[in-house]
């Protein structure tokens, strides 16, 4: 993996399998790729969970792929009139605002981890709309090294795949989050917000507003 021609263990391919509980701040996350925990919480482990020196150890062999969504309101006529924004405190004890996101697990189709993600961070009646056939408005390449790319992650190299969904059900912040906020896309493109967002994510939000004609 990560380049070799080495057959990938079992532990590795199986630890993306089933859900995750662990609010990420507890893992020194300090920046923006992902609300995805790495095992739950608890004594025990269901088989196949990778623990926290496994999973650094596949994190610093092969790049991981994640999602991120910027989740929308539209009017009747399909433009987007509100972005949500997730609010959280790093470990760092520092307020940032997030999309939401997360790891795309083992043998799950991409628009399962959009729903599961969208669902995960927003509550289980948000009601993402997700098209028949998604597409991504761009690939975020975080990577651990600053300045190579405009995304950023400390923990490792990941490629995301990043969409604008619209949500259309009764939306609350879960885990970790602390509060959704509803912005305009003149709001939330605003150097205000744009400062509040870490690891590259004010870019992403820029390029999503672009994609979908809100760019102010």
Same mark, same amino acid.
């Given at each position: 993996?990560?380049?070799?021609? +080495?057959?990938?263990?079992?532990?590795?391919?199986?630890?993306?399998?089933?859900?995750?509980?662990? &609010?990420?701040?507890?893992?020194?996350?300090?920046?923006?790729?992902?609300?995805?925990?790495?095992?739950?919480?608890?004594?025990?482990?269901?088989?196949?969970?990778?623990?926290?020196?496994?999973?650094? $150890?596949?994190?610093?062999?092969?790049?991981?792929?994640?999602?991120?969504?910027? &989740?929308?309101?539209?009017?009747?006529?399909?433009?987007?009139?509100? @972005?949500?924004?997730?609010?959280?405190?790093?470990?760092?004890?520092?307020?940032?605002?997030?999309?939401?996101?997360?790891? @795309?697990?083992? +043998?799950?189709?991409?628009?399962?981890?959009?729903?599961? +993600?969208?669902?995960?961070?927003?509550?289980?009646?948000?009601?993402?709309?997700?098209?028949?056939?998604? !597409?991504?408005?761009?690939?975020?390449?975080?990577?651990?090294?600053?300045?190579?790319?405009?995304?950023?992650?400390?923990? !490792?190299?990941?490629?995301?795949?990043?969409?604008?969904?619209?949500?259309?059900?009764?939306?609350?912040? !879960?885990?970790?989050?602390?509060?959704?906020?509803?912005?305009?896309?003149?709001?939330?493109?605003?150097?205000? @917000?744009?400062? $509040?967002?870490?690891?590259?994510?004010?870019?992403?939000?820029?390029?999503?507003?672009?994609?979908?004609?809100?760019?102010?």
């Amino acid at each position: 993996m990560g380049g070799s021609a +080495h057959a990938r263990p079992a532990d590795v391919a199986r630890t993306q399998v089933a859900p995750v509980l662990v &609010p990420r701040a507890a893992h020194g996350r300090l920046c923006g790729v992902t609300a995805t925990p790495d095992f739950p919480r608890g004594p025990e482990r269901p088989a196949g969970w990778l623990s926290p020196e496994q999973i650094a $150890e596949a994190r610093s062999r092969l790049p991981i792929v994640y999602v991120d969504a910027v &989740p929308v309101r539209v009017d009747d006529c399909g433009d987007v009139v509100a @972005v949500g924004l997730l609010l959280r405190v790093t470990s760092s004890g520092v307020m940032s605002r997030a999309l939401v996101s997360g790891r @795309v697990m083992y +043998h799950e189709r991409v628009r399962d981890a959009l729903v599961r +993600h969208i669902e995960k961070d927003l509550g289980p009646v948000a009601l993402p709309q997700i098209p028949s056939t998604p !597409q991504p408005f761009t690939v975020a390449e975080y990577l651990p090294t600053p300045g190579v790319t405009p995304y950023h992650d400390p923990r !490792q190299h990941a490629v995301s795949l990043a969409y604008v969904v619209p949500v259309a059900g009764d939306c609350r912040p !879960q885990q970790d989050a602390i509060d959704l906020a509803w912005m305009t896309p003149e709001e939330a493109c605003s150097e205000e @917000v744009q400062i $509040e967002m870490h690891g590259g994510q004010g870019t992403l939000l820029r390029q999503a507003m672009a994609f979908v004609g809100r760019m102010p």
